[in-house]
């Protein structure tokens, strides 16, 4: 992605997203461009709804009623669809923005990207992988969730940090080959490998901005706040195969450790 802020409409399915992260939404859009167009689609008459009344006013949403003409079905889906393919030809949003887990929106994001415009979905990691990987990023709801921070007892941290001193009085200083297991998923870690492999140049080193790049092209929905790092580099900073170089021009360098 490149640093340039775009225009963007979000389009919120009030039938499957949650009105509790309608904050964190906002602000993880705002990373991307500027919310010029902010829609939220469902059936105003249904209690299901009434969480998201007092947000509409506060977020500056502007709400669409679509009744459910059928038991156990909306016409959500489709009003969605039909007013993005407007919003899409009057050419006033350089990207889009999809709330919802639904895949019925799979077709919505591929004809949106065919248009060379950015298009990002938000959703439960339930998401089936269609939707996700026809977005340029996809963020999971549960990486947007706000943490509750505990604060570990003053007992139960002494207990640590005796056991870490027990830890290394006993650790063999002999020679070994070192031996390293990442606490990536091997989903992710694939990812990671391709990534750096066509980021690097000929001295095996990539910028990360690069590598974050390549990264989410070949899956759109890898976020280093899944494995609760804030940011790419801090994750890279983790890994036992590779190493952060940070230099005086303020962009990371990732080049490969020597492993012995």
């Known amino acids: 992605m490149s640093d340039k802020k775009f225009n963007i409409a979000?389009?919120?399915?009030?039938?499957?997203?949650?009105a509790k992260l309608l904050k964190e939404t906002i602000e993880e859009v705002s990373k991307y461009?500027?919310?010029?167009?902010?829609?939220?689609?469902?059936?105003?008459?249904?209690?299901s709804m009434n969480s998201w009344k007092d947000l509409v006013n506060l977020y500056s949403i502007n709400p669409i009623q679509k009744f459910s003409y059928t038991s156990g079905k909306n016409s959500t889906d489709g009003a969605m669809i039909i007013d993005a393919m407007d919003i899409l030809h009057g050419k006033s949003v350089e990207g889009f923005c999809i709330v919802s887990s639904d895949s019925d929106y799979t077709g919505l994001a591929k004809r949106i990207r065919e248009e060379g415009l950015f298009v990002?979905?938000?959703?439960?990691?339930?998401?089936?992988?269609?939707?996700v990987k026809s977005c340029d990023i996809f963020t999971y709801t549960e990486?947007?969730?706000?943490?509750?921070?505990?604060?570990?007892?003053?007992?139960?941290?002494?207990?640590?940090e005796?056991?870490?001193?027990?830890?290394?009085?006993?650790?063999?200083?002999?020679?070994?080959?070192?031996?390293?297991q990442s606490f990536l998923s091997r989903k992710d870690e694939e990812t990671i490998s391709k990534a750096f492999e066509i980021s690097a140049?000929?001295?095996?080193?990539?910028?990360?901005?690069?590598?974050?790049?390549?990264?989410?092209?070949?899956?759109?929905?890898?976020d280093s706040r899944?494995?609760?790092?804030?940011?790419?580099?801090?994750?890279?900073?983790?890994?036992p195969h590779f190493e952060v170089v940070r230099n005086e021009t303020n962009h990371p360098l990732v080049k490969k450790k020597q492993l012995l």
Not at 33 to 47: E, F, H, L, M, P
Not at 120 to 131: L, Q
Not at 143 to 160: G, L, M, R, V
Not at 166 to 174: E, F, G, L, P, R
Request: charge should be positive; proline fraction near 5%; glycine fraction near 6%.
């Open 143 to 160: 990486n947007i969730t706000p943490k509750i921070k505990k604060e570990p007892k003053a007992e139960n941290q002494k207990i640590k």
């Open 201 to 222: 140049n000929e001295n095996d080193i990539a910028f990360i901005s690069t590598l974050g790049t390549n990264i989410r092209k070949i899956d759109p929905s890898f």
């Open 120 to 131: 990002m979905g938000i959703g439960e990691k339930k998401t089936p992988e269609s939707f």
């Open 10 to 18: 979000i389009l919120i399915d009030g039938d499957n997203a949650q």
């Open 226 to 239: 899944t494995y609760g790092y804030s940011t790419l580099s801090k994750l890279f900073d983790d890994l």
């Open 33 to 47: 461009g500027k919310a010029t167009i902010r829609r939220i689609y469902g059936d105003w008459t249904s209690q």
């Open 162 to 180: 005796n056991k870490t001193k027990d830890t290394v009085k006993k650790q063999d200083t002999s020679p070994k080959i070192q031996e390293f």
